[in-house]
T-cell receptor, first 115, second 117 residues
Framework: ELKVEQNPLFLSMQEGKNYTIYCNYSTTSDRLYWYRQDPGKSLESLFVLLSNGAVKQEGRLMASLDTKARLSTLHITAAVHDLSATYFCAVDPEHSGTSYGKLTFGQGTILTVHP | GAVVSQHPSWVICKSGTSVKIECRSLDFQATTMFWYRQFPKQSLMLMATSNEGSKATYEQGVEKDKFLINHASLTLSTLTVTSAHPEDSSFYIC?????????????FGAGTRLSVL
């Protein structure tokens, strides 16, 4: 059974600071997704990482994927209040019969950015 | 492009009644749709996967007779919570995928908050 673990689960940080959220997973995969969820809302796609060494950046967020370590990171640079949300990583296991296409989500990281 | 509409956004119903939730892909054909359930401050749990024209595949522990899924066309899937009870209260989210091959990029609906009294 695929397990996806995020760390930390809760993160309170000051504006202007940097921090990294980690996403570890337990099975072989080269497809990892990051999503953002605001309270009471659905998921917004942030990044799609499809190969080892993939790095993508959008504004103050940068995501990377190391398939050998089974690890993805979401790095926050110079945080601002607008980044406050819950962030989920999700893993799509390697194509294996009927398991293809089923995302397994991490627990989520609740990020609060304060002045 | 790639907009998924979910309706209703919030529903309150009495215990014992059934509730239907619709999920539509507005500008693309969705070969596969997924239904998730999310409890407060928790992650998304996949309930079932549905492909157009075939029966849904339910995850372990999800009662297929309780959560009826119909995927009648390439743009519409419905989830019916039958004989709803307070423990079924949750946030239900659908997503749609364009293709069965390549990256599994799922587009999510806005979610439906179900409250069963």
């Amino acid at each position: 059974e695929l397990k996806v673990e995020q760390n930390p689960l809760f993160l309170s940080m000051q504006e202007g600071k940097n921090y990294t959220i980690y996403c570890n997973y337990s099975t072989t995969s080269d497809r990892l997704y990051w999503y953002r969820q605001d309270p009471g809302k659905s998921l917004e796609s942030l990044f799609v990482l499809l190969s080892n060494g993939a790095v993508k950046q959008e504004g103050r967020l940068m995501a990377s994927l190391d398939t050998k370590a089974r690890l993805s990171t979401l790095h926050i640079t110079a945080a601002v209040h607008d980044l406050s949300a819950t962030y989920f990583c999700a893993v799509d296991p390697e194509h294996s019969g009927t398991s293809y296409g089923k995302l397994t989500f991490g627990q989520g990281t609740i990020l609060t950015v304060h002045p | 492009g790639a907009v998924v509409s979910q309706h209703p956004s919030w529903v309150i119903c009495k215990s014992g009644t059934s509730v239907k939730i619709e999920c539509r892909s507005l500008d693309f054909q969705a070969t596969t749709m997924f239904w998730y359930r999310q409890f407060p401050k928790q992650s998304l749990m996949l309930m079932a996967t549905s492909n157009e024209g075939s029966k849904a595949t339910y995850e372990q522990g999800v009662e297929k007779d309780k959560f009826l899924i119909n995927h009648a066309s390439l743009t519409l899937s419905t989830l019916t919570v039958t004989s709803a009870h307070p423990e079924d209260s949750s946030f239900y989210i659908c997503s749609a995928s364009r293709t069965r091959t390549g990256p599994n990029i799922q587009y999510f609906g806005a979610g439906t908050r179900l409250s069963v009294l």
